[in-house]
């Protein structure tokens, strides 16, 4: 489940990709590119099985698209008529039945199979940084900008605010079953905890500021990742660490994550153009791939804010550029 804390990946781009660009191995070109917004996205996820994705634009809205066959399934719209509304976070669910959309100040629930809105509301307080959505939209999780997480159960309209931070949240995940989640912040830590108690099940420090977090959709695994040097992949089931991501830079900032249904790679996406499949392993980075980047933006740059597991022999990415792109995994 392919979600970001856009917000500041944004305000990063521009300085990661000037010293950062030049000094990566890159891949070979994609196989396949289709346009999916006119002049760049601003957001977009895809499924984790590869087969939809939906993107976020000033000039489409929030457009959904069948990626087997590049086709427009829907066109939404969530307040999109001034700079201050636009979408900047989108997530799908794990079996495809719902989406969820939200910007700074409200958020949408979707429905795929019909393309009808569920629910449209609007927080009070401060900003939403990031959100997720559980199987058939029974849960909804919103990260915001105060520190809280808000768990919300769509059947009954029972709220919990997790507590567990004191600084603002940069990024949540969840289970496919709405019951544990994952959130970190701008307080060094990463929380795995119940939704449905509030209970931390692991705390996850870091040195610095945690900027991605991530939940295997099978149960098996958790990452977190920090502004500066660690990225981390832990057994969910223990809270134990397995492995380190291995690079040779000062620092990665990642994102998108995705966990390969075998369990044996990961697949990263960073706002510096950059894609990378690692091994869980191992930790060490197997190959890497560069987005197509925007023509009138210099230096020329784009975030991967989704990369996915198409089948065992190609990936598939969505990008700021408003390009999705296909590209051949190795052998």
């Keep these: 489940m392919n979600k970001c804390n856009l917000f500041i990946y944004r305000l ?14 890159t891949g070979d070109a994609p196989i396949e ?57 989108i997530d799908i669910s794990d079996n495809n039945s ?34 997720a959505v559980a199987n058939n939209g029974n849960y909804l999780l919103i990260g915001k900008s105060n520190g809280t997480v808000v768990h919300v159960t769509m059947r009954n309209g029972r709220r919990l605010e997790f507590l567990g931070h004191t600084e603002k949240i940069n990024s949540v995940d969840m289970l496919p079953n709405g019951r544990i989640a994952i959130s ?9 905890w119940d939704t449905q108690t509030g209970q931390v099940i692991y705390k996850f420090n870091h040195p610095s ?28 089931k223990t809270g134990q660490l397995i492995q380190n991501l291995k690079y040779t830079n000062r620092q990665e900032v990642f994102s998108s994550v995705q966990f390969s249904p075998d369990g044996t790679q990961l697949l990263t996406g960073a706002p510096t153009r950059k894609i990378s499949l690692w091994s869980i392993g191992t930790g060490d980075r197997i190959q890497s791939w ?22 065992n022999n190609s990936i598939i990415t969505e990008s700021s550029s408003g390009y999705a792109e296909l590209w051949q995994l190795p052998n």
């Design 98 to 131: 719902h989406a969820l959309t939200a910007n700074r100040e409200s958020f949408a629930l979707w429905n795929i199979e019909t393309g009808l809105s569920e629910g449209y509301w609007k927080v009070r307080e401060s900003n939403i940084r990031d959100i």
């Design 290 to 311: 560069r987005v197509t980047p925007r023509k009138d933006i210099r230096p020329a740059g784009a975030v991967v804010y989704s990369a996915a597991f198409r089948d």
């Design 33 to 89: 590119r289709w346009q999916h917004a006119a002049e760049g996205a601003y957001a977009a996820t895809i499924s984790n099985d590869a087969t939809l994705s939906v993107v976020s634009s000033i000039h489409h809205g929030i457009s959904v698209w069948d990626l087997q066959k590049n086709a427009l399934k829907f066109t939404w719209s969530q307040e999109q008529n001034s700079a201050d509304n636009l979408v900047l976070a």
């Design 184 to 192: 970190g912040g701008n307080d060094f830590i990463a929380n795995v």
């Design 209 to 236: 500021r945690v900027t991605k977090v991530a939940l295997d959709p099978q149960g098996r695994y958790a990452f977190t990742a920090d502004s500066k040097k660690d990225a981390n992949i832990w057994n969910l």
């Design 12 to 25: 990063v781009l521009p300085l990661l990709a000037t010293f950062l660009l030049g000094c990566q191995p």
